[in-house]
């Protein structure tokens, strides 16, 4: 006797079990491979199995042998041999435990024993036969997470528990076109993504249509299946969603679907190829029929011409064959149809539509998308320059020098002070001389000799000090010089534009220099006068997002004249520069900082004299100490502000 097995090996519903071997024995007996024996007559003692199938009685099966291994992944194996084709197993899964039961097999009394499989280090720990009415159980206790699966080949049923892990959807083809299918759909998985209920299904040379029943009952779906859907498939998926489960099946036979709603129609592709291609060969002929109609569009907001140009310049516009009822046309290329024409009148700013309604109406819809008013942005950037400047000098002179006069002390803002206030108590002296001439008292000069010059240049104040004594006078000057300085440059260009157009804004002046012209062929070198551009300049693009925030494309530019350098034919400008380039996303009114540039500067000077320098007090009156700290900060602001304009 022999028969087509499909079973199911299912780890979610108790049912399926069941309703696959139901749906097995109503194939089986459609297909007419399953012949039951007439009834036998009563007996009041049922003879007992015996396992030589010659000598079974017609129409019973028993469990011949039970068999465990344990497969190089870590999983159990458990392999039930059957003394003779027709056992119908089931597997479920009750707790911890997996049950296999096969009402219509008996099982021998050899067999009925416990098997402790617990050092084979599988999910599997104990086997447990026995007899459940008229047939066999058989109960696994596993240990842990575990996957089950089961298959029927020939007179073996066999059953796998393996440990559970991150990746447990898997599929495996029974057949060379189920494992191509597979192949396919695990490519593309890296694109599609796979939503349906797990599903697992175990089928041996099944017919498709029984396949794609099951998928209907687990996915809710309606499913129509074309009369030439035909042939049978083998494919084993343990976990997989029912949707993927679909297509592994539509791809292993050469099916397509299409889905409208909840029903989805099933059909091999050149079918569905065939009834989309007449359909649309339909609706081509039906629009060659149709009357054309024109209508006039008034653009309103933006130019005919731009509009002509884009929808023209589209790819397969209408226009590239002769348009007429008879003639032969391939449908719609492109915004129009075949016979479709598109004028634009630059005067009137006025687009002229021909072709049939569905196509003007459609056009006139994407016309009106395209022809509104566009927002406005309003731009405003503040560039601030802060400027900080500290400078300390402190300097010394001293210096000796001879005399004649009676010793004097002279204390004053400076020693050119004091030598003129001490010559001018000499010459006094001289004219108020108690000796009478011919021999008046002669006394020289002072003038400075100075030992050391440090002196602050243009200090801020000093003091001198002069001692006249014993005919020589001693000369200490004490200068200084502190400057702070505090500045701020704030500038505000502001500029308003449209969505996406440029606008540049610019403020300065223009300076000028010569340069000289060389001497060409014996002309003597002429003076020329350039001019450079010194401005605060402001470029920028906004494009308002869809959720409302401005997206800027800027460059902002601040240059100042810093002072002119001398040279042999004049003067020439030195500018100093700062600018930004940038693109930032912000907020409608936010204002951010788009640019920042921090200097300091501190510095320590000393100049002195050698070794007297380094005399203990004495030793200032022979150094100049100096101190500069600079500060300088550059702050770049924006502020974007958008102005919706409402269409009229």
């Given at each position: 006797?022999?028969?087509?097995?499909?079973?199911?090996?299912?780890?979610?519903?108790?049912l399926?079990?069941?309703?696959l071997?139901?749906?097995?024995l109503?194939?089986l007996?459609?297909?007419?491979s399953?012949?039951?024996?007439?009834?036998?007559p009563?007996a009041?003692?049922a003879?007992?199995?015996?396992?030589?199938?010659?000598?079974q009685?017609?129409?019973t099966?028993?469990?011949?042998?039970i068999?465990f291994?344990?497969?190089?992944?870590g999983?159990?194996?458990l392999?039930?041999?059957?003394?003779?084709?027709?056992?119908?197993?089931?597997?479920?899964?009750?707790?911890?435990?997996?049950?296999?039961d096969?009402?219509?097999?008996?099982?021998?009394?050899?067999?009925?024993k416990?098997?402790?499989v617990?050092?084979?280090a599988t999910?599997?720990?104990?086997?447990?036969?026995r007899?459940?009415?008229?047939?066999?159980?058989?109960?696994?206790d596993?240990?842990?997470?575990?996957?089950?699966?089961?298959?029927?080949t020939?007179?073996?049923?066999i059953?796998e528990?393996?440990?559970?892990?991150?990746?447990?959807?898997?599929?495996?083809?029974?057949?060379?076109?189920?494992?191509?299918?597979?192949?396919?759909?695990t490519?593309?998985?890296?694109?599609?993504?796979?939503?349906g209920?797990?599903?697992?299904?175990?089928?041996?040379?099944?017919?498709?249509?029984?396949?794609?029943?099951?998928i209907a009952?687990d996915s809710g779906l309606n499913?129509?299946?074309?009369?030439?859907?035909?042939?049978?498939v083998?494919?084993r998926?343990i976990?997989?969603?029912?949707?993927?489960?679909l297509?592994?099946?539509?791809?292993?036979?050469?099916?397509?679907?299409?889905?409208?709603?909840?029903?989805?129609?099933i059909?091999?592709?050149a079918?569905?190829s065939?009834?989309?291609?007449d359909?649309?060969d339909?609706?081509?002929?039906?629009?060659?029929?149709?009357d054309?109609?024109?209508?006039?569009?008034?653009?309103?907001?933006?130019?005919a011409?731009?509009i002509?140009?884009?929808?023209?310049e589209?790819?397969?516009?209408g226009?590239?064959?002769?348009?007429?009822?008879?003639?032969?046309?391939?449908g719609?290329?492109?915004?129009?149809?075949?016979?479709?024409?598109?004028?634009?009148d630059e005067?009137t700013?006025?687009?002229?539509?021909?072709?049939?309604?569905k196509?003007v109406?459609?056009?006139k819809?994407?016309?009106?998308?395209?022809?509104r008013?566009?927002?406005?942005?309003?731009i405003?950037?503040?560039?601030?320059?802060?400027?900080?400047?500290?400078?300390?000098?402190?300097?010394?002179r001293?210096?000796?020098?001879?005399t004649?006069?009676?010793?004097?002390?002279g204390?004053?803002s400076?020693?050119d002070?004091?030598?003129?206030?001490q010559?001018?108590?000499?010459e006094?002296?001289?004219?108020?001389s108690?000796?009478?001439?011919?021999?008046?008292?002669k006394?020289?000069?002072?003038t400075?000799g100075?030992?050391?010059?440090?002196?602050?240049?243009?200090?801020?104040?000093?003091?001198?000090?002069?001692i006249?004594?014993?005919?020589?006078?001693?000369?200490?000057?004490?200068?200084?010089l502190?400057t702070?300085?505090r500045?701020e440059?704030?500038?505000?260009?502001?500029?308003?534009t449209?969505?996406?157009r440029?606008?540049?804004?610019?403020?300065g002046?223009?300076?000028?220099?010569?340069t000289?012209?060389?001497?060409?062929?014996?002309?003597?070198?002429?003076?020329?006068?350039?001019?450079?551009?010194?401005?605060?300049?402001?470029r920028?693009?906004?494009?308002?997002?869809?959720?409302g925030?401005?997206?800027?494309n800027?460059?902002?530019k601040?240059?100042?004249?810093?002072?002119?350098?001398?040279?042999s034919?004049?003067?020439?400008?030195?500018?100093?520069?700062?600018?930004?380039n940038?693109?930032?996303?912000?907020?409608?009114?936010?204002t951010?900082?788009?640019?920042?540039?921090?200097?300091?500067?501190?510095?320590?000077d000393?100049?002195?004299?050698?070794?007297l320098?380094?005399?203990?007090?004495?030793?200032?009156?022979?150094?100049?100490?100096?101190?500069?700290?600079?500060?300088?900060?550059?702050?770049?602001?924006?502020?974007?502000?958008?102005?919706h304009?409402?269409?009229?």
């Open positions: 006797m022999t028969s087509n097995n499909a079973q199911s090996a299912r780890t979610a519903r108790p399926i079990g069941a309703r071997a139901g749906l097995a109503g194939m007996a459609a297909l007419g399953v012949q039951a024996a007439p009834p036998a009563a009041p003692v003879p007992a199995p015996s396992l030589d199938p010659a000598k009685l017609p129409g099966v028993s469990v011949a042998d068999d291994k344990r497969s190089e992944d999983a159990g194996r392999v039930v041999h059957f003394s003779g084709e027709g056992a119908m197993p089931d597997l479920r899964k009750t707790g911890s435990n997996v049950v296999v096969i009402g219509n097999a008996q099982l021998p009394a050899n067999l009925r416990t098997l402790d617990s050092d084979f999910p599997v720990t104990r086997i447990d036969p007899n459940s009415g008229a047939g066999t159980q058989l109960v696994l596993t240990s842990g997470s575990f996957d089950s699966m089961a298959y029927q020939g007179r073996d049923y059953v528990i393996s440990p559970k892990s991150a990746t447990s959807s898997r599929a495996i083809g029974g057949t060379a076109d189920v494992k191509a299918a597979a192949a396919q759909i490519a593309a998985n890296a694109t599609t993504r796979y939503a209920r797990p599903v697992t299904f175990n089928f041996q040379d099944v017919p498709v249509r029984t396949v794609l029943q099951l009952e499913i129509v299946a074309s009369d030439t859907v035909q042939g049978n083998t494919l998926l976990n997989v969603p029912w949707d993927q489960a297509d592994i099946v539509l791809q292993a036979k050469g099916l397509d679907k299409r889905r409208s709603g909840n029903v989805v129609w059909a091999p592709q079918e569905i065939k009834y989309e291609q359909k649309e339909a609706r081509i002929a039906i629009d060659n029929r149709t054309l109609v024109t209508e006039y569009v008034q653009i309103n907001y933006h130019n011409e731009a002509f140009k884009a929808l023209t589209a790819k397969g516009i226009g590239g064959s002769s348009g007429g009822a008879g003639s032969s046309q391939t719609d290329t492109g915004f129009l149809s075949a016979r479709g024409r598109l004028v634009a005067r700013n006025t687009l002229m539509i021909s072709d049939i309604p196509k109406a459609a056009m819809e994407l016309i009106r998308v395209i022809d008013p566009v927002d406005q942005v309003v405003e950037a503040r560039v601030v320059i802060a400027t900080d400047t500290f400078s300390r000098e402190l300097g010394a001293f210096g000796v020098s001879g004649t006069h009676n010793g004097n002390v204390f004053n400076s020693i002070n004091n030598t003129k206030t010559n001018s108590l000499i006094a002296a001289n004219a108020n108690a000796n009478p001439p011919p021999n008046p008292l006394l020289g000069t002072i400075k100075l030992m050391s010059n440090l002196a602050v240049t243009n200090p801020a104040g000093s003091v001198a000090l002069s006249l004594n014993a005919g020589y006078a001693l000369d200490a000057e004490l200068s200084a502190q702070e300085g500045g440059v704030i500038s505000n260009p502001r500029v308003v449209s969505n996406q440029e606008a540049v804004i610019t403020q002046r223009e300076v000028g220099y010569v000289i012209q060389p001497a060409v062929a014996g002309s003597p070198a002429t003076p020329n006068v350039q001019f450079k551009d010194v401005v605060l300049q402001m920028v693009t906004p494009t308002i997002t869809n959720d925030r401005v997206f800027l800027m460059a902002v601040k240059d100042e004249v810093e002072g002119f350098i001398d040279t034919i004049g003067q020439v400008p030195q500018i100093s520069k700062r600018e930004v940038t693109a930032v996303l912000v907020e409608d009114g936010q951010v900082v788009i640019g920042g540039v921090y200097e300091f500067q501190d510095r320590k000393v100049t002195k004299v050698p070794f320098a380094d005399i203990p007090w004495l030793g200032n009156l022979f150094k100049k100490n100096g101190r500069t700290k600079d500060k300088a900060e550059l702050l770049i602001f924006v502020t974007p502000k958008v102005l304009v409402a269409q009229r």
